[in-house]
C-alpha cells in the first residue's frame, strides 16, 4: 500500500489517464476496462485521500475527460453531466479547504524570524 502512494499520480488517476489514451487510440476496449478500474479505484482508495493531497483530485476530471473519449458519438449526456458535477464538487472541496486554510494563516499571529526559521 505504501508504494501506492509514492507514485507521482493516484492509481485512479493513471488508470483513468490510460483509458482517455486508449480512447483517442480507437482502442475503446481495454480503455473501458481501465475506466472501470480507475473509478474502483477512486472510490475504493483514492476519495478517502482526497483532503491529504491535492493530487487525488484529479481523477474526476480525468474521468470527465475518458467518458467521452470512450463512448464517441453515444456518449450519454446524463453521465456526462454527472461526471462534471462530480468533478466541481471535488474541485469546489478542495477549493474550500485551501480557503479554510489561507484564512486560518490570515488571522494568526505573525511569527518572528527566529519562529519562522
Do not use: C, E
Not at 2 to 15: E, Q, V
Not at 26 to 49: C, N, R, S, T, Y
Not at 62 to 71: F, I, N, S
Request: positive net charge.
Amino acid at each position: 500500500m505504501k508504494r501506492l502512494h509514492k507514485l507521482p499520480l493516484p492509481l485512479s488517476a493513471i488508470a483513468l489517464l490510460a483509458a482517455f489514451m486508449l480512447g483517442n487510440l480507437d482502442a475503446p476496449g481495454a480503455g473501458w476496462v481501465l475506466f472501470g478500474i480507475g473509478i474502483i479505484a477512486w472510490v475504493k482508495l483514492d476519495a478517502k485521500q482526497m483532503l491529504n493531497s491535492d493530487r487525488y483530485g484529479v481523477s474526476p476530471a480525468l474521468a470527465l475527460l475518458a467518458y467521452p473519449a470512450l463512448a464517441g458519438a453515444q456518449a450519454n449526456v446524463a453521465v456526462t453531466f454527472a461526471l462534471a458535477l462530480h468533478a466541481l464538487v471535488v474541485f469546489l472541496i478542495l477549493l474550500s479547504r485551501h480557503l479554510s486554510h489561507d484564512v486560518a494563516q490570515a488571522f494568526s499571529p505573525p511569527k518572528s524570524i527566529s519562529q519562522r526559521i
